[in-house]
């Protein structure tokens, strides 16, 4: 049931990586992304799709659906809760440089890819 549940939200990934397509060995890739550290929340989607930022920026959330997300950056220590309305901050210091995928925890088919360079 639980392996079930892990390859349909692989594949639901997979089918809105248009902006951000996932590698051949699964690792998200970032083709042309957006140079910058705000990263909005709309309608259930993060904007931009990519974004590339460096480990001494802090990224802007904001948040402007009505209801809680979280930016979860899969991999690392990043796990920000966004209320509804709200901004929150995610600092990337200590991070790796490299590519992620980051994802809602209570909406698994938000995906957004970040890169830090
Ligand atoms: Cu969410």
């Not at 639980?2 to 089918?15: F, H, Y």
């Not at 490299?98 to 088919?109: E, I």
Request: one cysteine or more; glycine letters at 10%.
């Amino acid at each position: 049931m639980r392996r079930i549940m892990v390859i349909g939200a692989v594949v639901a990934q997979a089918a809105l990586g248009v902006a951000c397509s996932t590698g051949g060995g699964g690792s998200p890739t970032c083709e042309a992304p957006t140079k910058g550290t705000e990263v909005d929340i709309q309608n259930l989607a993060f904007s931009p799709a990519c974004i590339s930022a460096t480990a001494n920026d802090t990224l802007i959330l904001v948040n402007k659906d009505s209801t809680q997300h979280t930016f979860t950056v899969k991999g690392t220590s990043i796990n920000v809760t966004i209320e509804g309305g709200q901004t929150a901050t995610a600092p990337l210091t200590g991070i790796a440089p490299g590519t992620y995928a980051v994802t809602c925890r209570f909406h698994p088919s938000m995906t957004e890819t970040v890169q830090i360079t």
